[in-house]
């Protein structure tokens, strides 16, 4: 006698139902650890090395001096939570953003001068320009995933520590925040379910993909500014990819 397919797997599906899923209630912070910081300011650290090592024509003034700025501004948001934040500081975040600001400017001045420097046919260093194209399209990638991981949702200590009911509003639509309807070993890790809240490296996943598709990808930016900063990201990489391109193109058909 053949066994009914579906009588099989009831008592599996049964199992799989009750087994215990660790669920939080959406407004429940208790179980959230406090802000690390520590991919964030490995980043910007990577992000400050690899300003030092530009070519002289594309660096502001000395060399040192804006890889120390930022170094120092690092140094000065760790210390002020060495291991984990779980207070808001106001100092902080603003040196944070100031941190995040100084990275975004100096980059786009390297960038407008790397774009000068592409278009010039009469440079002699093309193989040292494209190897700059890629330092600055990577600082591209890594100070916009600071500044989402900064605005995000009030910030990343407001997002470890607030009551979701008390949450501004999200800038980012992760998968995580639509994943409460799925299969059950998904839905355990959604938002709702286990009060899951975006990481640094959610955040420069996002960066990374939308320098690389020159739009979003599974993540949707939700408010204007969020939409404003992943407009202006693209654009940027967009250039550069584009005139790397034409740049190696042309030193082909030489």
Partial sequence: MVPNDDHAAEPAVSRLKGMPVHRRSPQSNTGRRGLVRAPAAAATVVAAAIYGL??????IGPRLVVPCLEIG???AVMVTNPHR????????RLMSLALILLIALTNLVSLVLLIGQLIASSTGHGR????????????NVIVFAAAYWELDRGGPVARTRT???HLALADFRFTQDEDADTAPEVEAGSSQR??????????LYVSLTNSSAFSPTDTMPLSPRAKILMGVQATAALVTSVLVIAKGISGLSK
């Avoid at 286990?194 to 955040?203: C, E, I, L």
């Fill in 163 to 165: 009551d979701r009911r």
């Fill in 128 to 139: 040292l320009l494209l190897l700059a194209a890629g330092q600055v399209w990577i600082t």
């Fill in 194 to 203: 286990s009060d899951w809240v975006p990481s640094f490296v959610d955040y």
């Fill in 85 to 92: 934040s779980a207070h808001h500081s106001r100092r902080s």
């Fill in 54 to 59: 530009l070519p002289d024509t594309l660096i």
């Fill in 73 to 75: 501004l690092i140094l």
